[in-house]
């Protein structure tokens, strides 16, 4: 049985990885910054959602009604670090040192161990994405994006980078075999891209990769913050992931 390692006094992020990797999802519990961590099965989808309290509908969607890929999508509106997922994505920036925002609070939940793993990683090109452990958070590791900055419209290499994102982050989700990811509104707060368009490439971007990889994922979440974006998403959800 290995060393217990204390993650608000080690200095060795390697060492505290190895340690949770080696834990049950139940002895990781008692590692986590908070104690009112929200899990996958109380994220209710999308499908689930619809069902209940039929939001908004739009016209006539583009896209086909389907069951399989309305049950892998969710909307949640709260602290992405609070949630107990395989990972959840950051809005980095391109130091990957931490800053303000969603980032911010995902450092300051994890620990500093995070930080520690992030300098080995040397920086992230807007629209890459880089894997870490997650710590002290709920979530097992945390993708780090680097979403495009933008004033006023954005160009089609803005609208490029923001699918970059979701697609790289995605593919760190199959490469590491992780089932389970929550994304929050990337570059739509500092960064400045407008939210009603960034949630438009959001959701084609997850409608597309989830027709093609669905059977490879249990649910994507869509973490929103904001009161404004909950409202964009939920108008939105109809036309993208049409129930009936
Ligand atoms: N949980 C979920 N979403 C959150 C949280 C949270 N705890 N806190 C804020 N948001 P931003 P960006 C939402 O500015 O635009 C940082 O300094 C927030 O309401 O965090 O990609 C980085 O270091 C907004 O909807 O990210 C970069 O320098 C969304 O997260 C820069 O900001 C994204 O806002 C990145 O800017």
Known sequence: MAMKVDLKTSID??????????????????????????SLKKIP?????????????MGKSQYQVDGAVNEKISIFRGDITKLQLDAIVNAANSSLMGGGGVDG????????????ECRTLHRCETGKAKITGGYRLPAKYVIHTVGPIVQGDPSPSHVQELRSCYRNSLQLVLDNSLRSVAFPCISTGVFGYPSEAAAEVVLGTLREWLEEHKDKVDRLVICVFLEKDEKIYRKLLPYFFPVA
Do not use: M, N
């Not at 989808?45 to 509908?57: H, N, S």
């Not at 609070?105 to 161990?113: M, Q, V």
């Open 105 to 116: 609070c995902i450092h300051r939940a994890a620990g500093h161990l995070l930080k520690e």
């Open 45 to 57: 989808t999308w499908k689930d959602a619809e069902a209940k309290g039929a939001p908004d509908k």
């Open 13 to 38: 992020w390697k060492e505290a990885k190895a340690f949770l990797k080696g834990l049950s999802d139940k002895q990781r519990e008692e590692h986590y910054f908070c104690r009112d961590f929200v």
